[in-house]
């Protein structure tokens, strides 16, 4: 793949042997629950009134203007730390901005698809990566495939961590918001939207990482360190969130950093010209608290906890293949922020 055409997504390599394991994902929306694990919790006064809300098979989008609806406020002052899938049953945090008169009694509104379950002021907005992470239960279902095989897989996840890619939802249907960045950094095409113009400008990025996260991965650098790596506070190396200024790593893992940029020139020249820092994210992702059972001989049943920004996709695509009821084509995306790098 070259810089002139970025209109499908490379198949980036597994740290671990493919399991031949395969099952289905989400065919109920209560086979992914989700619950976020927030930052910190409301005090009890301030102008925000914060939102306990549990969703199920709606967006995080549609749920906010509901609430902005129902609180007679414009969308634009509610807040939500990060996205959620719609087809699964999430539980996240809300906020609106009402610093004078009545409070209205939110946990009373009815609709189908979710409920407030309490709520509480708290002296300020919730804004994209606000939070922690989130804990996820996952069920997979017809499941077929060698078991020991699935054991070892699950093993190593739990002990070594996975690729910490971004997720195939970051870069939108079949890859095309990486195009579709390139060609808006090339001024190919002209951006006004700034939530478009992000999103594009995040793909782009998140990409760049990946290649650099694959490469190590290709040249047999999965689970070890290279020559000036630069390390996280868990000690973990890190790779490109590329922008402005030189790679902080030296020797081999910045010869390999460089490869990759120059490999993707355009992309990268494009990012520091759009104003973008230099930044670092972790190359492993560290599920925590893992546990599996096996409720049925085809089922499995996963328990873990990412930080913001880690995708349960990368967890599950370590262990096994997956495939989503056509339905779940135009899902919103993975059971996290954007914003969290």
Known sequence: MTDAQYTTLPH?????????????????NEDFLVTELPLQLPSGAGEHVWLDVEKNGANTAFVAQQLAEAAGVPDRDVGYAGLKDRYAITRQWFSIYLPKGETPDLTQLQHPEFKVLSQSRHVKKLRPGDLQGNRFRIVLRDLTGDRDALEANLQAVASQGVPN???AQRFGHDGGNVEQGRAMLAREIRVRNPKKKGIYLSAVRSFVFNEVLALRIQQGLWGRTLSGDVMDEAGRPTGPLWGRGRVSTTEDAQALENGVAARHAALCDGMEHAGLDQERRALVASPLDMSWEWPQADQLVLTFSLPAGNYATSVLHEILRTTEPERHTESEGESETPAAE
């Not at 980036?12 to 109920?28: E, F, I, R, V």
């Open 165 to 167: 890619y971004f997720g």
């Open 12 to 28: 980036w390599p597994n740290a671990y042997p493919a399991s031949g394991a395969h099952a289905t994902l989400k065919l109920l």
